[in-house]
């Protein structure tokens, strides 16, 4: 990615509605020259796709967690078999597989404390292959709305 690209998914992270023609303006160049950029970024994956940012309390979601799960066997099989299990259950917004002494952690959010605990014992303690869970309610969070590409030179 060269700094044109860099700058137009900046702009593009922070207002993906604006119009091409706005965003061209603002980059200095023509709209065409924008939309190609745009589109040439898409097929090469940088840019997957568009969405609403949402807060979780307008949808009744007030309490959010993190589930950290030990898993066996561990086999690859395994692994995304619940990852898909889990994927797949409305309370989850996300899932990560991961290293270190949890094998992963998967992100929820429900209307309630009786809720979380109600969905961890309903979903999760009957599962053969859970050999254990903690959970870690989040209090609060913040999130980048903007990530900047790191540069082959910053990595040295």
Do not use: W
Request: hydrophobic share 40%; aromatic share 6%.
């Amino acid at each position: 990615m060269d700094e044109l690209d860099s700058a137009i998914v900046r702009h593009l992270q922070r207002d993906a509605r604006q119009t091409n023609r706005d965003l061209a303006r603002t980059l200095g160049i023509a709209p065409s020259t924008c939309l190609e950029r745009i589109r040439a970024l898409r097929a090469r994956g940088v840019i997957t796709g568009y969405h609403a940012a949402v807060d979780p309390a307008a949808l009744n979601r007030h309490v959010q967690a993190l589930i950290h799960f030990q898993i066996r066997p561990l086999s690859r099989a395994v692994i995304e078999a619940f990852k898909t299990y889990a994927a797949g259950l409305p309370e989850v917004s996300t899932v990560y597989v991961v290293t270190g002494g949890d094998d992963m952690i998967v992100h929820v959010s429900v209307p309630s404390v009786d809720h979380l605990h109600g969905f961890l014992m309903d979903k999760f303690t009957a599962r053969r292959e859970v050999v254990g869970f903690r959970t870690s309610v989040i209090y609060q969070h913040t999130h980048n709305q903007v990530l900047e590409p790191f540069l082959d030179s910053e990595r040295e």
